[in-house]
């Protein structure tokens, strides 16, 4: 019987000739990152947007409970998915190279069944924990958190076995568009919708909800439309102690990636007062600019990456990266020179004068973030390289680092010592992993 095959992609650039196939990626490369640049940018634009629109709705306090839920939730939406976004990523594309769908649809067929169950048993945990608090404006927050954590979670799954199927710019459709735009729609409609009644943190927390809803049944949309042929669970085949290896490596330098970008608005409550963690989302929103340039260069390039390492092209591999990093370096710095000049105007025009005291904050985390840039390809080129350990040992030590240093910082300086904790172990993350990056290639050469 003749051996099950995937259907290729349009662009076949693996039966091409050897400067056709350079043609081909590059072409498919600019296709793919422009793509992946539109939907950043309305994203970027969006979110800036919707967190305008947040700032003025629920005030400093509102904002703060609404912040502090909202990050408790995406760290268990990253726990639960357990690396299992970036796993996919990274094995779909290899099992197509390899030619072999049976163990590319049992991958799927575990992906999200592991991540269904844990999502579920951390939603019912958080459901338990908001029980416990005393207010009921945070009780309410919390509670519609926990209902937020599955549809997080498997919009993660989505994200990456789109990516494994190389449908990259589909793959960020329903994260980066429907999300964002219907969550911005309601929060513009919320005065109109629920004329006189009070504008709460659980009220956002809702519309919130309600868009990642929508989102999800796109992504299950999108799904059905490109992958046929990967989520059949006819002749499924499965290789769960590799894939949880896998997916346990990815997921502690995932989790660890998140708390020490959110956990800092979970810890804050014990030691502030809720109008300070406010003005702190505020300037992490604003900082997180500077990252962005990164993040258009490296979401077309994860799956390619895999591929390319699959099959040996070593050289071609090394050039991509190269000449995508200088591009994310530029835009990076003009993105950090512009908010330390000008943020606090910035901040007063789109946020209002309430969140000018925010400058000092965003001064400190634009820093952070642009020490951050070059470990972000570090760590897709060790994740989809076979080198995920590398990658996990640095950022699970960065989050330990972190975690310390907030939890130390903010008892003695509350939201002062939680930004200093913050880009000091971003430094320290980004120093760690050019170390051992270099230490690994110079043992692989």
């Known amino acids: 019987m003749e051996k099950e095959r995937f259907s290729r992609p349009s662009l076949k650039l693996f039966q091409k000739s050897s400067a056709g196939i350079r043609r081909a990626a590059r072409l498919e490369l600019t296709r793919v990152a422009?793509?992946?640049?539109?939907?950043?940018?309305?994203?970027?634009?969006?979110?800036?947007?919707?967190?305008?629109?947040?700032?003025?709705?629920?005030?400093?306090?509102?904002?703060?409970?609404?912040?502090?839920?909202?990050?408790?939730?995406?760290?268990?939406?990253?726990?639960?998915?357990?690396?299992?976004?970036?796993?996919?990523?990274?094995?779909?594309?290899?099992?197509?190279?390899?030619?072999?769908?049976?163990?590319?649809?049992?991958?799927?067929?575990?992906?999200?069944?592991?991540?269904?169950?844990?999502?579920?048993?951390?939603?019912?945990?958080?459901?338990?924990?908001?029980?416990?608090?005393?207010?009921?404006?945070?009780?309410?927050?919390?509670?519609?958190?926990?209902?937020?954590?599955?549809?997080?979670?498997?919009?993660?799954?989505?994200?990456?076995?789109?990516?494994?199927?190389?449908?990259?710019?589909?793959?960020?459709?329903?994260?980066?568009?429907?999300?964002?735009?219907?969550?911005?729609?309601?929060?513009?409609?919320?005065?109109?919708?629920?004329?006189?009644?009070?504008?709460?943190?659980?009220?956002?927390?809702?519309?919130?909800?309600?868009?990642?809803?929508?989102?999800?049944?796109?992504?299950?949309?999108?799904?059905?439309?490109?992958?046929?042929?990967?989520?059949?669970?006819?002749?499924?085949?499965?290789?769960?102690?590799?894939?949880?290896?896998?997916?346990?490596?990815?997921?502690?330098?995932?989790?660890?990636?998140?708390?020490?970008?959110?956990?800092?608005?979970?810890?804050?409550?014990?030691?502030?007062?809720?109008?300070?963690?406010?003005?702190?989302?505020?300037?992490?929103?604003?900082?997180?600019?500077?990252?962005?340039p990164s993040m258009i260069v490296v979401s077309p390039l994860g799956a390619l990456i895999a591929r390319m390492h699959a099959e040996g092209q070593q050289a071609d591999l090394e050039r991509l990266v190269v000449t995508s990093a200088r591009l994310a370096w530029v835009g990076s710095i003009l993105a950090a020179v512009t908010l330390v000049m000008f943020g606090q105007l910035l901040l007063t025009a789109l946020f209002g004068g309430d969140f000018a005291d925010a400058y000092p904050l965003l001064t400190v985390l634009a820093i952070g973030e642009f020490c951050t840039v070059p470990a972000t390809w570090r760590i897709l080129v060790l994740q989809m390289t076979g080198r995920e350990r590398t990658a996990a040992d640095c950022l699970v030590i960065g989050a330990g680092i972190y975690l310390v240093l907030t939890v130390a910082l903010s008892a003695l300086y509350g939201v002062a010592g939680a930004v200093i904790a913050d880009a000091a172990s971003r430094l320290l993350v980004s120093l760690l992993l050019i170390f051992r990056s270099r230490q690994a290639a110079a043992a692989a050469s």
């Open 34 to 292: 422009a793509g992946s640049a539109v939907t950043l940018a309305v994203f970027t634009l969006i979110g800036l947007f919707t967190n305008v629109l947040l700032a003025r709705l629920l005030a400093p306090e509102g904002l703060g409970t609404y912040a502090s839920a909202f990050a408790l939730a995406n760290v268990l939406a990253v726990l639960a998915s357990a690396g299992i976004p970036t796993t996919l990523a990274r094995m779909l594309p290899t099992y197509r190279s390899q030619q072999d769908p049976s163990h590319a649809r049992g991958c799927l067929l575990w992906a999200f069944a592991h991540a269904g169950a844990v999502s579920v048993a951390l939603a019912v945990l958080v459901a338990l924990m908001a029980s416990l608090l005393g207010h009921a404006e945070p009780q309410s927050a919390y509670l519609l958190a926990a209902l937020l954590v599955p549809l997080m979670a498997f919009a993660r799954l989505q994200q990456g076995a789109l990516q494994g199927m190389e449908r990259v710019v589909s793959a960020q459709v329903p994260e980066r568009l429907i999300r964002p735009i219907a969550f911005a729609l309601l929060l513009l409609l919320w005065p109109a919708l629920a004329a006189g009644a009070e504008r709460t943190a659980a009220g956002a927390m809702g519309w919130q909800l309600a868009a990642a809803g929508g989102g999800v049944l796109v992504g299950i949309a999108l799904m059905a439309r490109y992958g046929a042929e990967w989520i059949t669970p006819a002749s499924a085949r499965f290789q769960l102690r590799s894939w949880y290896r896998c997916g346990t490596l990815i997921a502690a330098a995932n989790l660890a990636q998140v708390v020490s970008g959110q956990a800092g608005l979970a810890i804050l409550p014990l030691f502030e007062e809720p109008a300070p963690i406010g003005y702190y989302r505020v300037a992490l929103v604003m900082a997180s600019f500077v990252g962005y």
